[in-house]
Nanobody, 120 residues
Framework: QVQLVESGGGLVQAGGSLRLPCAAS????????MGWYRQAPGKQRELVAR???????YYTDSVKGRFTIARDNAKNTVYLQMNSLKPEDTAVYYC??????????????WGQGTQVTVSS
């Protein structure tokens, strides 16, 4: 099937940076869009950033100017570069992909999540 594997999370001081890669693998024929969501304790999961296959991007207002999403279509990988991190960015970050699985159909696939903790 399909797997999304995230990495790069960790503990960082406010003002610091982290880069989250997420690689998709399996019987994938196409990936339409990839994105990053996050969920803080006691809060709903929210969309942080999203990028289409053509490279169009979306950012939630709270991360504009600080986070950058990019993808490598040849490697089926999406990256989230997070700069000027704030304590309110602390959350579990989840990778998401809208993709086509060979001989099966179109699916919305999720990674297992990676913890990002920003200390003040």
């Amino acid at each position: 099937q399909v797997q999304l594997v995230e990495s790069g999370g960790g503990l960082v001081q406010a003002g610091g940076s982290l880069r989250l890669p997420c690689a998709a693998s399996g019987s994938i024929s196409s990936i339409y869009a990839m994105g990053w969501y996050r969920q803080a304790p006691g809060k709903q999961r929210e969309l942080v950033a999203r990028i289409t296959k053509a490279g169009s991007t979306y950012y939630t207002d709270s991360v504009k100017g600080r986070f950058t999403i990019a993808r490598d279509n040849a490697k089926n990988t999406v990256y989230l570069q997070m700069n000027s991190l704030k304590p309110e960015d602390t959350a579990v970050y989840y990778c998401n992909a809208d993709l086509q699985v060979r001989a099966t159909g179109r699916y919305d696939s999720w990674g297992q999540g990676t913890q990002v903790t920003v200390s003040s």
